[in-house]
């Protein structure tokens, strides 16, 4: 099992960064493929980004391709998410989650250990 806390977020300008951590508990971190969701007010929860064990294999949303840039660092047990140009269309809590599958996967259902969330606000 494994523990997610995520952290990061908070009020930025469209236009501006942020960059969510999510740090994970327990020593099989490397076992484990990782990917960002995130859900706006209102909205099912969405997809965002994925990374593999290694880390060699990433996968992104279309809406978010190219502003932001999953990574992970096994030694350290925490996965990153670099978020540029943001617009309000980004604001929602997003999510960090823990999947056990040697594949990347993009949806919740695949996804068995979440974090609590970390609220991101993009300001217009």
């Known amino acids: 099992q494994v523990q997610l806390v995520e952290s990061g977020g908070g009020l930025v300008q469209a236009g501006g960064s942020l960059r969510l951590s999510c740090a994970a508990s327990?020593?099989?971190?490397?076992?484990?493929?990782m990917g960002w969701f995130r859900q706006a007010p209102g909205k099912e929860r969405e997809f965002v980004a994925a990374?593999?064990?290694?880390?060699?294999?990433?996968y992104y949303a279309d809406s978010v391709k190219g502003r932001f840039a999953i990574s992970r660092d096994n030694a350290k047990n925490t996965v990153y998410l670099p978020m540029s140009s943001l617009t309000p269309e980004d604001t929602a809590v997003y999510y960090c989650?823990?999947?056990?599958?040697?594949?990347?996967?993009?949806?919740?259902?695949?996804?068995?250990?979440w974090g609590q969330g970390t609220q991101v606000t993009v300001s217009s």
């Open positions: 989650a823990a999947q056990r599958n040697p594949y990347l996967a993009t949806s919740s259902a695949m996804y068995e250990f």
């Open positions: 327990g020593r099989t971190f490397s076992y484990y493929g």
């Open positions: 990374i593999s064990r290694s880390g060699d294999s990433t």
